[in-house]
């Protein structure tokens, strides 16, 4: 049984402009992702340059006190203790970061990096307490 108006020419124009479409299709999309992927791009570049301007650079000198961080601190171990241990001295900095600590404690001295040291800063003593008592409200 033949259709009218030459079905087979009909079914195959059809079939190309379908693939056609598709090829369209498939190109936009290509073209969303390659500007997706550079507008991600230039963002982590932003993002690196902003972060990077805002580390501060540590200066440490020999004889100066400092702490170091717990690296062996567990998680949840604690939420009130103290992820510092210290005070440390500083007896020798090298070139490549790390720097030489003694202990106050122990006198034990070891290499760390200086990512892992902070300044000490002595807290203020309180020499002078006011008490005040409390007296009941008079009605």
Not at 72 to 87: I, N, Y
């Amino acid at each position: 049984m033949k259709f009218p108006d030459e079905p087979d020419s009909l079914c195959t124009l059809s079939i190309i402009e379908l693939i056609v479409q598709e090829v369209f299709e498939l190109d936009f999309k290509n073209k969303l992702e390659e500007d997706f992927l550079d507008n991600l791009e230039i963002e982590d570049k932003e993002t690196k340059v902003f972060h990077v301007a805002r580390i501060s650079k540590k200066n440490f000198t020999v004889g100066q006190k400092v702490l170091l961080q717990h690296s062996k601190l567990k998680f949840f171990s604690g939420k009130l203790r103290s992820r510092w241990l210290g005070p440390h001295v500083i007896t020798k900095i090298f070139a490549n970061g790390a720097v030489e600590i003694q202990s106050l404690k122990t006198n034990n001295t070891f290499k760390v990096n200086d990512h892992q040291l902070k300044e000490y800063r002595k807290g203020f003593q309180t020499k002078h307490i006011e008490i005040m008592d409390l007296e009941d409200p008079i009605l």
